[in-house]
């Protein structure tokens, strides 16, 4: 008898999340689907102006981000409750906070990292400068693993009830305002060519903090949620 | 099963185990004690909990009252990861894998018995030829035997399974039968239940009765 | 159950003990919180002069301030009835936690409002980004957040212990958020009006606002006992000790 070793488990698991994504791969065009419609949505509603678009592009593309996250966020776990197979990760001989960050990774892989390769194209869509793009990237880079961690937790608490998208976006609000708000400020900051290093800073402790401390929350969450 | 297994190590033991939800009891006080080499029937009807002690048994509950001894200590969650394998009414199949990657998910999760080949499995399940199948086009019952894989294929000591006879055809409930027998020959216990009538292995399997 | 925790507190834990104990205590408290909510009113309403810049608009701080604290103070019981409720699965504290928050987002509420309702003759509009309204609003959204997680769940002490995770989580948000904000208010406003600078209040108008204070904490305590005391009931309903109540209750 031997117990599988953490590596190829830990591999198993990001390779079936990332397979399954594949076969559906039209859900995985959905959330960047989404941020087009949002963005094309503000310059209708605005007046097409350049210099006012100009001013709101970085914030505009930041929450389209987030609420396009927030759309996927509710299926981290779903399928899994479904039909089991969370129950069978949970009872795995496996360190199940590893495991679930393994799962918030290939959740990030697909939903953040497609929103982030299209995130110039909605800025340029609203004239942000070019020159600004690198720390838009960088600020989205640092943002969306912040805000897949801290939804896993949050979904995880909600694994137990029946599903409700509202109550999530209630929950995550006071959570991501934070983070909105250094990665909007190191964007503006970069827009009036002011020093943008400090918010980007403090958004990469706060993610190095995260890494270690959410998946451990997230299954504890769990724990919580399932023991019904 | 036979006279000579109650000499056999004991493996799980409850002691006065109840369980309440929300302060109603689900069901207990219960006693039993599985040996090595012992298959169990949890019988009772519907709605005695008998899921219920399946879930407590593969630490997905929480013990609310009594005792649980795993060899004679004290039973940790943590502890006894992977020496239990659950099959529940949710099979633990996606359903866009086949059986074979679902089943390649598991080993990779719980490890696999040294030697127990993964290809072989196929054919003593009764699946093969529809292993490499998206395991939403296979029916229910074949569903069941892609699922009953894990059992072949996972180094555990304690089977817990619910209603494992269920959507299965005859061959199907005597693989299920003669799965228990070759896991009970190895030294393996397990906990079944059934809610119907099931012609049970050869002689007559330990039963541990649930009321509320 | 840890040893280290005192005999009198354990025992005040078990749901009987707790019930007679709230049972006594409450209708004391919520006189004294009557008793002095009048006084504190009538010193601050009445005796208190009128501000020498903002004339009589003040006078809304007195409802205002102890609101906010309260608003602040009802979080941290909440967050350390949840530590208790998930380290000791003590039933109470579950209780305290989850009857706690939506008392707390009651005060919340009327810290927005009354801060509202003052931003009017003091910034000429009825809702400003400042930092500590800001913060306000979104500790009012953590509140809400335990509220809807605790109803969503069908097992009442799965939710109550879901929500009290929630409520650590946020816990540890709560100054984050403030400093996160406060660094942002800085960044877009340059300055920003403050409201209570440092305290040069005089006497006579420090001290309705301490009276009123205690007034809340009583208050609280008052209400949150009455919450905690019908909880329990509908908890326990099949134990001996509430069919005693009950048959008491029906001989009367």
Redesign the interface.
Known sequence: ????PLG??C???LR?DL??AW??RGDIAMPVLYALIVVTLFPFSLGPEDALLQRIAGGVVLVTVLLAMLLALDAMFR?DI????L????????PLAL?LGMKILAHWLTTALPLIVIAPLLAGMLHLPTAVMPVLLLALLLATPLLSLLGA??VA??A???R?GM?LA??L???C??VV??AA?AI??AQQGLPWLAPIAWLGAALALALVLAPL?CA??LR????? | MTASSTQAPLLLEARALSFYRQDEPVFGPLDFRLREGEVALVEGDNGSGKTTLLRILAGLLHVDEGELLWRGERWQRDAHLGDIVFLAHHLGLKADLSARENLAIAAGLYGARDNMAADGVWVDIGLSGYEDEPVRRLSAGQKKRAALARLLLLPATLWLLDEPYANLDRVGIELVNRLLEQHAARGGGALVTSHGAVSFLGGEPRRIRMHA | MANWIPLWLHKLGSPPMFYRFAGTLRPWAMAFAVLLGATALYGGLVLAPADYQQGDAYRIIFIHVPSAWMSLFIYAVMAVASIIALVWRLKLAEVVAMESAPIGAAFTFITLVTGSLWGKPMWGTWWTWDARLTSELVLLFLYLGVIGLYHSFEDRRQGARAAAFLAIIGIINVPIVHFSVNWWNTLHQGSTVRILGPSKMSGDMLWPLLTMMGATKLYYIASLFGRVRTDLLAMESGKDWVRQIAEQEARK
């Open positions: 008898m031997s117990h599988a190829p488990a591999a198993a698991l079936r397979t399954l076969r559906r399928s479904e039909d089991g197979s129950e069978q990760l949970v009872l795995a001989p496996q495991m937790i949050l608490l909600t137990g009830t029946r409700s109550l209630l929950m609000l006071p959570l305002v934070p708000i250094f400020g503006a900051a929350a504890a969450a919580i949620a399932l023991d019904a």
